[in-house]
């Protein structure tokens, strides 16, 4: 099983990405998936999480209010839209699938991991 995330790049401070997150190997649509992030000297932090349907998501603090997660079961497919992007957004971001279908910001409930994609902000 493999959880390939792309999307991520340079941008400066105010700035949007969008980050995918596509599964392969297996359907993760009973589960709930997650955004996590790590930045340099930093502990890996949760970011956002998403339930198995997409009716029920949660944010950290830091991102409420300009991170949006979406997925796309039919696609099997998790998006994270990050709008007015800061310099402390720096990080790899990680997308991670969980053991559970409903939304959880414990790393240890999650059982696979994607290989992280890098987001640059520039001040």
């Known amino acids: 099983v493999q959880l390939q995330a792309s999307g991520g790049g340079l941008v400066q401070a105010g700035g949007s990405l969008r980050l995918s997150c596509a599964p392969s190997?297996?359907?993760?649509?009973?589960?709930?998936m997650g955004w996590f992030r790590q930045a340099p000297g930093k502990e890996r932090e949760f970011v956002v999480g998403?339930?198995?349907?997409?009716?029920?998501?949660y944010y950290a603090d830091s991102v409420k209010g300009r991170f949006t997660i979406s997925r796309d079961n039919a696609k099997n497919t998790v998006y994270l839209q990050m709008n007015s992007l800061k310099p402390e957004g720096t990080a790899v971001y990680y997308c991670?699938?969980?053991?559970?279908?409903?939304?959880?910001?414990?790393?240890?409930?999650?059982?696979?991991w994607g290989q992280g994609t890098q987001v640059t902000v520039s001040s």
């Open positions: 998403i339930n198995w349907s997409g009716a029920s998501t």
């Open positions: 991670a699938a969980s053991k559970l279908a409903v939304v959880t910001t414990t790393m240890r409930e999650y059982a696979y």
């Open positions: 190997g297996r359907t993760f649509s009973s589960y709930a």
